[in-house]
């Protein structure tokens, strides 16, 4: 059971376009929703968080928008450049559980052409 | 500050032949994960271990074993690989204060033949 889609699989877009890669899930419990981005070769690291109690959180040319009533989050990546390209993982913690696990998307391969 | 390190980087194994996945993190950490990822599959986390003297099965623990050794360090050991363990393994870690922020370390590619 997948508890955290993502979508699209893979993605390609021009330089200076926007990115937009969507996550949708089922578990209500979940309270914490972060995006990692990881090059290839590298581990995963986290580029930005929101949690449920706001519609949208920006940090530089990263957005998160939230949709808590239809359990839906997306990842908007302005202005996109070609060093953006990169696997992005959406994910989801449960908060009835003290360990702080995280759920993984299965990922999005964006690739940014200049 | 080295963050997560793992040893070895790469791998390969015939079917039958055990191995053991070093992880060590050096920023004190209470919690440490390990995690597998496959094409298509995203991240499976494997076990996880909470804090110092504690472990647990994640989501894909079957064909693994874990010891956390001290508060450093936590291996991932395959007892029997088989090729349906081929994949690459990334260690990561968390601390007390942000329990939900992972670091990652550079992961291990494994091919089990």
């Known amino acids: 059971q997948q508890q955290v889609k993502q979508s699209p699989q893979s993605l390609i877009v021009q330089k200076g376009g926007i990115s937009i890669i969507n996550c949708a899930y089922e578990n209500t419990a979940f309270d914490y929703f972060p995006w990692y981005q990881q090059f290839p070769g590298k581990g995963p690291a986290l580029l930005i968080a929101?949690?449920?109690?706001?519609s949208e959180k920006k940090e530089g040319r990263f957005t998160i928008s939230f949709n808590k009533s239809a359990k839906q989050f997306s990842l908007h990546i302005m202005d996109s450049q070609p060093g953006d390209s990169a696997t992005y993982f959406c994910a989801a913690r449960n908060s009835g559980g003290s360990n702080y696990k995280l759920t993984f998307g299965k990922g999005t391969l964006l690739t940014v052409n200049p | 500050n080295a963050g997560v390190t793992q040893t070895p980087k790469f791998q390969v194994l015939k079917t039958g032949q055990s191995m053991t996945l070093q992880c060590a993190q050096d920023m004190n950490h209470n919690s440490m994960y390990w995690y597998r990822q496959d094409p298509g599959m995203g991240l499976r986390l494997i076990y996880y271990s909470a804090s110092e003297g504690t472990t647990d099965k994640g989501e894909v623990p079957n064909g693994y074993n874990v010891s956390r050794l001290n508060k450093r360090e936590f291996s991932l050991r395959l007892e029997s690989a088989a090729p349906s363990q081929t994949s690459v393994y990334f260690c990561a870690s968390s601390g007390a204060q942000k329990r939900e922020k992972l670091f990652f370390g550079s992961g291990t590619q494994l091919s089990v033949l």
């Open positions: 929101i949690r449920p109690d706001v």
